[in-house]
T-cell receptor, first 116, second 111 residues
Framework: EAGVVQSPRYKIIEKKQPVAFWCNPI?????LYWYRQNLGQGPELLIR????????DSQLPKDRFSAERLKGVDSTLKIQPAELGDSAVYLC??????????????FGSGTRLTVV | QKEVEQNSGPLSVPEGAIASLNCTYS??????FFWYRQYSGKSPELIMS????GDKEDGRFTAQLNKASQYVSLLIRDSQPSDSATYLC???????????FGAGTILRVKS
């Protein structure tokens, strides 16, 4: 079974430029999460999807961040414009709906973003 | 106060010893608890989950939960250099149904 697939693996951009990250969850997992992990910190939730619906985006900086999950499968997270403070690892995770409390999440390999 | 707190370490133990990692949480309604291992430059990997008070053993790993004290721990027996990593404690909040992570404890196993 393929795991959670993310791309790109690394991204270096200049500040004020746009950037997008892509995630394909484990087949059959209807819940998808985007987390951000700063150096030396634990992951922090940005947005959670149940199928196509964003059910928790309270931590998403909506002035510059946007996300979508068309057809309830893969998802894209976008930043426009990027700021220096956005440099971090962006992690996508998925789980079976209603069962995340039992089995935890499976994370993708992450995208390491560097804004210069 | 952070929702999930861990000692950042580093915790250094000799090879073959028992490593003890601790975590406290603030949401009394939390029901599910997880330990993730994260190697440098890699993504977190789930290694243990626990839902009831007491101990849960899986190979060299034992998770311990005490809901009254809001305390979770992870014991690693016969520690190996390959266990050197950051260990993240995660708690499933009842409200919002999401995992909240601690900042992690760095473990170093010296051969």
């Amino acid at each position: 079974e393929a795991g959670v697939v993310q791309s790109p693996r690394y991204k270096i951009i200049e500040k004020k430029q746009p950037v997008a990250f892509w995630c394909n969850p484990i087949s059959g997992h209807n819940t998808l999460y985007w987390y951000r992990q700063n150096l030396g910190q634990g992951p922090e939730l940005l947005i959670r999807y149940e199928n196509e619906e964003a059910v928790d985006d309270s931590q998403l900086p909506k002035d510059r961040f946007s996300a979508e999950r068309l057809k309830g499968v893969d998802s894209t997270l976008k930043i426009q414009p990027a700021e220096l403070g956005d440099s971090a690892v962006y992690l996508c995770a998925s789980s079976l709906e209603g069962r995340q409390g039992h089995y935890g999440y499976t994370f993708g390999s992450g995208t390491r973003l560097t804004v210069v | 106060q952070k929702e999930v707190e861990q000692n950042s370490g580093p915790l250094s133990v000799p090879e073959g010893a028992i490593a003890s990692l601790n975590c406290t949480y603030s949401d009394r309604g939390s029901q599910s608890f997880f330990w993730y291992r994260q190697y440098s430059g890699k993504s977190p990997e789930l290694i243990m989950s626990i839902y009831s008070n007491g101990d849960k053993e899986d190979g060299r790993f034992t998770a311990q939960l005490n809901k009254a004290s809001q305390y979770v721990s992870l014991l690693i027996r016969d520690s190996q250099p390959s266990d050197s990593a950051t260990y993240l404690c995660a708690v499933n909040r009842v409200y919002g149904n999401k995992l909240v992570f601690g900042a992690g404890t760095i473990l170093r196993v010296k051969s």
